[in-house]
């Protein structure tokens, strides 16, 4: 049978004895050599960046060397300004409309010979007018019968307005 | 000297930086030099907890102080150069940890059983205890990421609760909690793994 207090010296013993493990492996040693390998590392690592020195036969410790210097600076700084003022003339515009060139055809195509194109919707379909519309045929036969024929309105299909055929007379005595 | 030539050497005036600049950095590297005899140690411990392989433990401790090497400049400025040093070299282990694959627990086992101290044992109780070890560390590695720092660190008897809150980031009493926390669930597991045999 086994009572709680037993759990729990159980649990502490297993608790302990495993920070014991994590406190054994924090107190290894370290490798022999680790810190010369460090050294020779950090001496061998490229540096990020160095002052370059100025030259000592150039040092600019006489007053007329600082003076040059000066009137150098000065020189380049008004020669620049100057160079710019010269060639940039202020108020330069455009005087004419940029025509685009003209391209010629590619080898072996055709070109359009210089007609322009126009657009179909210009001229669209026409109505015909109604006075220009045919009248109706009168009848050929004097005496027969008149035909049922109906003039031709716009709108109806040539089946509507098909002729009927004429009635058939009388043989003569 | 006249007044053009106090303007001239006003405007020339070059400061005697480039002396102190290495005098600085003769300075910086001797005291760098001197990090490195200090702390190379305890700095290998701390990843070698982690990464658990001497080699990569020392490209570790290489990393940090190269990391330091690019800051020399504000040397000055650290406060306490110890926790310092432990906190670039724990982000440096838990990154690598991060980015490598998981281990198997046998490596563990043939790794411990060749670095744990062996005096007077026998090559069975060798083995054995490079068995528990590695067992251990697999519940170790089961708990949950913070409660497993936290563990790792209170392990290193050179670093107080206080010490440990600064290297992580966190407040004191997280480090107490945390702490209860995963000594709690490491009973937990260890007790499950008992149950197991």
Redesign the interface.
Known sequence: MKYQGQDDLSNDSQLGSAEATLRLIASLPAPAGLEERVQAGLRAAPRSGRVLAWPAALSLDSNWMRAAAAAAIVFVVAGGGWGVYAHVQPGQSARGVAVPPHVAAPAGGFSNSGAMRTPNTLNGPLAPHPATARPPAKASVKGTARTTQTPLRPGKSGVANKAVPPPVAPAAK | MSA??AV??G??E?PNS?MS?QARQCAAEEE??AL??QY??TL???A??VL?N?SDA?DA??EA??RV??HRDSLGEVRDQRVWLIRIVWNIVLDRKRRSKTRPETDDVTE?AR??PAQGLSAEQIASAAQ??AH??A??DRLPAKERQV??L????ELSSVEIASVLGITESSVRSRLFRA?NL??GL??HA?SLR
């Open positions: 053009s030539q001239f050497s405007w020339m070059i480039a600049d760098l030099a490195v005899g190379a140690g290998y411990r701390v070698f907890s658990r001497p020392e401790v290489q102080f190269l090497l690019r411990l670095v744990l528990h070890h251990v560390l519940c170790v563990l790792m209170s392990a290193f008897e000594r490491m009973a260890l007790n008992r």
